[in-house]
């Protein structure tokens, strides 16, 4: 979602009169768009803009700003912690970078505004950079969910959607300048529409769905993906759109966090490791080629060895092709970060492994089996590593890279790729027409 905000925000300062710069040392202005989901990012940006401070001595009219996530969560204190930071935006003020520059530049003082109303934000923030196969739209902003351990309700506010037409306007306007996979972004994407209400929708019910079909409609788009959804909120209806329309990609990211339903009702999730599960299969019933990812936290506070243990069993049935594995992090103004048995990081660390190594052998085990299957490939073009192949990605996001084969090529083709051999970072192949 930050790559998508980084975006947006450099297609509104171009339609302004700047030019992008391929080096720091180069820039006039240097925004950093960052994140507190935890520590450890926060600690990075601070790091990188305090790297920065170098910059500004050799360049003393050096603009550099701070937005996002850390900017709304911090506020003042960045300018404190950060003396030579010239303007701080939170995460509902994104689409005001370009009034804050001009400010500086003509007072040369900070400028900090941390509220209004995010749904001017989802309005405004709707500009692309061009000539790129793959794009994405913010289609929710903020979350109603506040899991225990989450700071993203404090630092993105409620949960908004946009208007579907102008959801569909964008997507159109995307594929005319020659997008061919677009991916949905939200907090909680599959909450679309229910104006905020955390309760799962009815089976019959999903406005996500009907997003969806809308979007399927468009000619010229030949994917739909999405991230991330929370469980619950998959309806019969969503699920039966996902299975009867050919554009939405059969690679799921679903995140699960824990399989300890003692752990899962301390994060104040929504659902039971057997609920979940119970999704899953459904899914799958439907679409017997679908693939999961995740994501999950160890270390939680109160976590027992068996609740790691259930954690690890769920991972390892579900059978994920990808799982983004934490090790928990407290986030002040949090509740978790206040409950008893923290648990201490030497445990995360070793929990963190485990499940890494499983991770790898379940990657493993699948790659086997993939040299001899035909997939579907959206191309990219010639690949980065060597001009004599091309590349593109499958349904489920991997990379493929194949030869030539004296037919046409181009960017945006979808292509059939018989597997030949398989490593953990990309697949080769070749062309079948």
Known sequence: MNVRDSEALAAILIGKGYTPVEHEEEADLLVFNTCSVREQAERKAIGKIGYMKKLKKLNPGLIIGCIGCMAQNRGEELFHL????????????????????????????????????????????????????????????????????????????????????????????????????????????????????????????????????KLCRIDGLQRIRFTSPYISYFSERLISVLASEPKICHCYHLPVQSGSNRILQLMNRQYTAESYLEKVNRIRSLIPDCTFTTDVIVGFPGETEEDFQQTRDLLNEVGFDHSFIFKYSPRSGTKAAEMPDQIPAEVKEERNAILLADLEKRVAEKLKNMPGTLQEVLVEGVSKRNSARWSGKTGNARTVVFEPDGGELCPGMLLNVRITQANPVSLFGKIER
Request: proline share 6%; hydrophobic share 40%; with cysteine.
């Open 82 to 213: 950060l003396p030579h930071l010239d303007f701080v935006l939170g995460t509902n003020q994104l689409h005001k970078l370009p009034e804050a520059v001009e400010k500086i530049v003509r007072e040369r003082s900070s400028y900090q505004a941390l509220s209004e109303d995010p749904h001017e934000v989802l309005a405004a923030m709707k500009g692309h950079l061009p000539g790129g196969i793959f794009g994405s739209i913010a289609i929710t902003r903020g979350c109603n969910r506040f899991c225990s351990y989450c700071i993203v309700p404090y630092v993105r506010g409620r949960e908004v959607s946009r208007d579907a037409a102008d959801i569909i306007a964008e997507a159109e306007s995307m594929v005319a300048s020659g997008c061919r996979e677009i991916l949905l972004l939200g907090q909680n994407v599959a909450a679309y529409g229910l104006n905020g209400d955390v309760r799962p929708p009815a089976d019959d019910c999903s406005p996500f769905a009907e997003l969806l079909e």
